[in-house]
Nanobody
Framework: QVQLVESGGGLVQPGGSLTLSCEASGSIFRIIAMGWYRQAPGKQRELVAQTTSGGSTDYADSVKGRFTINRDNAMNTVYLQMNSLKPEDTAVYYC??????????????WGQGTQVTVSS
């Protein structure tokens, strides 16, 4: 089993910045990918950004140029630096990880979610 612990959410004014972090622990043989999703009230959960073990990154079009995802492989931790925040970025942000627990078995895991509110 793998646990994901998130931190860094909160209230910020439009144009401000926040950094989210997520640390993975437990039965980890190799991490395939880690990333962040978000879900606003009344909307579906959507991918914000993710990074793979190969170093590639993907971003939602709505956050390109404003958000940056980084991963500390040694610490099994992923960070989401969010700049120039907008009210429409308000959502619960969820950490996601796809992890091999051995050579053949892998699973997808979610954090508990952290609230990000962008408001004046």
């Amino acid at each position: 089993q793998v646990q994901l612990v998130e931190s860094g959410g909160g209230l910020v004014q439009p144009g401000g910045s926040l950094t989210l972090s997520c640390e993975a622990s437990g039965s980890i043989f190799r991490i395939i990918a880690m990333g962040w999703y978000r879900q606003a009230p009344g909307k579906q959960r959507e991918l914000v950004a993710q990074t793979t073990s190969g170093g590639s990154t993907d971003y939602a079009d709505s956050v390109k140029g404003r958000f940056t995802i980084n991963r500390d492989n040694a610490m099994n931790t992923v960070y989401l630096q969010m700049n120039s925040l907008k009210p429409e970025d308000t959502a619960v942000y969820y950490c996601n990880a796809r992890v091999y627990s051995d050579y053949v078995s892998w699973g997808e895991y979610w954090g508990q979610g952290t609230q990000v509110t962008v408001s004046s």
